[in-house]
C-alpha cells in the first residue's frame, strides 16, 4: 500500500506560479513511476505529467510543457509539480498518483494508488 497526500494548491492569478507536493508513505516510494493528473468541472480526469521511478525521465502533456515542472526527492519520499505562467485552463483538482514497476502511463487506469486532491484555481 502507498498513501499519498497532496498539498500545495490555492488561488492564484493568471501568470503567477504554485507549487504542488505529493507526499508518499509505505511502501518503497522509489520503485514506483509517479503522476500528476487534473480534473476541471464537468470535464474527464486528464494526464498533466509523470516521471520514472529514478526522476531521469519526464513526461507531460503538449498544454503544459515549458510552464510546468515535474520532479521527484527520493530520499524525502515527495514529489513535485512546479507550475509558471498558470492559465484560467489550468484550474482543476490537481491529484498524484503511483504506478508499480517503475513506468511512467498517461491512462489514469494504470496507476495504482492516488491522493485526495488539491484544488487550484487561477483568476483572470
Known amino acids: 500500500q502507498v498513501q499519498l497526500v497532496e498539498s500545495g494548491g490555492g488561488l492564484v492569478q493568471a501568470g503567477g506560479s504554485l507549487r504542488l507536493s505529493c507526499a508518499a508513505s509505505g511502501r518503497t516510494f522509489s520503485s514506483y513511476a509517479m503522476g500528476w493528473f487534473r480534473q476541471a468541472p464537468g470535464k474527464e480526469r486528464e494526464f498533466v505529467a509523470a516521471?520514472?521511478?529514478?526522476?531521469?525521465?519526464?513526461y507531460y502533456t503538449d498544454s503544459v510543457k515549458g510552464r510546468f515542472t515535474i520532479s521527484r526527492d527520493n530520499a524525502k519520499n515527495t514529489m513535485y509539480l512546479q507550475m509558471n505562467s498558470l492559465k484560467p485552463e489550468d484550474t482543476a483538482v490537481y491529484s498524484c498518483?503511483?504506478?508499480?514497476?517503475?513506468?511512467?502511463?498517461?491512462?489514469?487506469?494504470?496507476?495504482?494508488?492516488w491522493g485526495q486532491g488539491t484544488q487550484v484555481t487561477v483568476s483572470s
Open positions: 498518483a503511483a504506478r508499480g514497476g517503475g513506468i511512467y502511463s498517461r491512462s489514469v487506469h494504470e496507476y495504482d494508488y
Open positions: 516521471i520514472s521511478w529514478s526522476g531521469g525521465n519526464t
